[in-house]
């Protein structure tokens, strides 16, 4: 595998289910991102990770709950979602390097639905 | 608030026309980028530049900081160019992520 690899590429719900998004960057980046897509809207950045530990979090609702056991891995988790949550869901990863942000790579992303 | 406009929203082209992509912005800042997002979500960097101009291939970018404004122009416009086009920059401290513009959404027709 090579990149940013997201699973699953599409992931249909309940209100009431839980369920995670996984990410996984094979490029030795140290900052990892969740955005959010919804349509007709930019891509909204949820939450920053560098060096496994959080350094943004742009108001995000609690029921996403962002996990980085280690920098080559984050998740999203998901519990009682809203309908209005349905989007694409958009993993990236970049090298932060002296506090600065390098170009970031994106993973094809996962499309949640949510019933 | 640093503000990311694009123009067009959505553009039309026929196959074999020059194609001008505009981005403007309200900050400093330290660099821009140009993404490309095909059907079904998966974003692809184009280019990341702070001044001047860059080419890979049928694509150039240029930017202009005074006016704070960059575009991206596509020569010989193929239907595989369709796709969203999407500028993002990051504010002059360098220690944010990125901005990102709501995209032009570009259809090139055989």
């Known amino acids: 595998e090579t990149g940013v690899t997201q699973t699953p590429r599409h992931l249909v719900m309940g209100m009431t289910n839980k369920k995670s998004l996984k990410c996984e960057q094979h490029?030795?980046?140290?900052?990892m991102y969740w955005y959010k897509q919804s349509a007709k809207k930019p891509l909204e950045l949820m939450f920053v990770?560098?060096?496994?530990?959080?350094?943004e979090n742009n108001s995000v609702p609690s029921r996403f709950s962002p996990e980085c056991p280690n920098s080559s891995h984050l998740f999203l988790h998901l519990h009682t979602l809203q309908p209005e949550d349905s989007a694409l869901y958009l993993c990236?990863?970049?090298?932060?390097?002296?506090?600065?942000?390098?170009?970031?790579?994106f993973g094809p992303g996962t499309r949640l639905t949510v019933l | 608030k640093n503000e990311v406009e694009q123009s067009p929203q959505n553009l039309t082209a026929q196959e074999g026309e020059f194609i001008t992509i505009n981005c403007s912005y309200s900050?400093?800042?330290?660099?821009l980028h140009w993404l490309q997002q095909h059907p079904g979500g998966g974003i692809v960097s184009l280019f990341m530049?702070?001044?001047g101009k860059k080419k890979h291939g049928r694509l150039i970018a240029t930017i202009n900081i005074q006016e704070k404004h960059s575009s991206l122009h596509i020569t010989a416009s193929h239907p595989r160019d369709s796709a969203v086009y999407i500028c993002?920059?990051?504010?002059?401290?360098?220690?944010?992520?990125?901005?990102f513009g709501k995209g032009t959404r570009l259809s090139v027709i055989a």
């Open positions: 900050v400093g800042i330290s660099a």
């Open positions: 990770y560098n060096f496994k530990e959080q350094t």
């Open positions: 993002a920059v990051r504010a002059i401290s360098g220690n944010t992520p990125l901005v």
């Open positions: 990236a990863s970049s090298q932060v390097s002296s506090g600065l942000y390098n170009e970031q790579f």
């Open positions: 530049l702070s001044s």
């Open positions: 490029l030795g980046h140290n900052a």
